[in-house]
């Protein structure tokens, strides 16, 4: 039986000669991505405001979102933010926490929903979810140091594994990930929560498996052909990954599409954002990191031996690839 191969071996795709119209296009979308998020804001889960969040679902069609407000402020708990949740007949209801005590908290969740089953008879709500400011705050903080932390970390890796320019290269490319990621948020308003970090936490890590992937065979390349030109080396060494790249992209693909489509509403956001950053990140693996290198001026010489003299006038070589000094 012969197997099935979504990419020919003899496949020939001259990735950099785009590597310009690409590169505008993401620095182009990295600045829309800080402006949406910068003028819309993020749609901050109860996990970082704090605040009371109680999920509704209507049994027949839903209101309009100015008459839910109207009811829900007319409760007495203050400005509502209301947000479409999972389905077009599901939304979610935040308001602020009163000010007091624990049980003072709890009787506001109750007054909420009470008023929105009056209010309402024909909505089914869920359990109150409730967090305080000082709580938010420290996730808040914990969740932006996390991601900060490990794309310092990866980078580090790489910059000791291959070469600093490599560092340099994956750098920029989780950046352009997680930045275009958040002005997704930016521009759906869809809730970012603890949920969304653990997905850019995800796809940091994809991208880096699938950019280290190319950047080893580049460094193969570039110590195999040593008089080649640097931007037919690259083209090769992506051809040459091209078809692992593919089998395990559109694999996650898939199943993050049966997961988006199928799955718990709970995970919506999740699922939405690790189906964008499995393909904005292979993306980045092809036209941001591996152009990056041309730039800045990796070559065949990138890993020949260094040789220096000796104190007696002989020399001495020390080997750039596993640090071993001769």
């Known amino acids: 039986m012969r ?21 505008a296009i993401s620095v182009i979308s990295i600045i829309a991505s800080l402006v949406l998020v910068g003028v819309r804001g993020l749609n901050l889960g109860v996990d970082f405001v704090g605040g009371q969040s109680v999920r509704v679902e209507f049994a027949q069609a839903m209101p309009p979102i100015d008459e839910i407000r109207e009811k829900v402020g007319a409760i007495g708990l203050g400005e509502a933010t209301i947000q479409q949740f999972g389905s077009d007949s599901a939304i979610s209801i935040r308001t602020a926490l009163p000010e ?38 420290e996730l ?18 790489i910059w000791i594994r291959f070469e600093w320019q490599f560092g340099v290269g994956a750098l920029f490319a989780l950046f352009h990930d997680v930045t275009i990621t958040f002005g997704f948020f930016a521009l759906t308003q869809m809730q970012f929560d603890l949920n969304i970090v653990a997905a850019l936490l995800t796809i940091i890590g994809y991208s ?33 990954t091209l078809a692992r790249t593919v089998m395990t992209s559109l694999s996650m693909l898939i199943a993050l599409g049966m997961l988006l489509v199928f799955g718990p509403d709970v995970i919506f956001g999740f699922t939405a954002a690790m189906l964008l950053g499995i393909f904005v990140g292979t993306y980045s693996s092809m036209y941001m990191s591996a152009p990056i ?32 000094v001769v």
């Not at 007091?100 to 009470?114: F, H, I, N, S, T």
């Not at 880096?208 to 030109?229: A, G, H, S």
């Open 3 to 23: 197997l099935l191969k979504l990419v020919p071996d003899d496949t020939n795709i001259q990735f950099l000669k785009w590597r310009h119209i690409a590169m």
């Open 100 to 137: 007091g005590d624990k049980a003072a908290a709890e009787r506001a969740g109750q007054q909420l929903v009470a008023g929105i089953e009056a209010a309402f008879p024909n909505a089914e709500t869920g359990s109150v979810e409730t967090v305080s400011g000082k709580v938010s705050e």
């Open 140 to 157: 808040l903080q914990t969740g932006a140091l996390s991601l900060i932390l490990a794309m310092i970390g990866i980078s580090i890796y």
């Open 208 to 240: 880096l498996n699938d950019t280290i992937v190319v950047f080893d065979r580049i460094r193969e390349n570039l110590k195999k052909y040593r008089k080649m030109e640097i931007v037919p080396l690259l083209d090769l060494s992506l051809n040459e």
């Open 293 to 324: 290198l041309v730039w800045l001026k990796v070559g065949p010489h990138s890993f020949v031996p260094r040789t220096t003299a000796g104190m007696d006038g002989g020399e001495r070589v020390e080997r750039k690839d596993d640090g071993a």
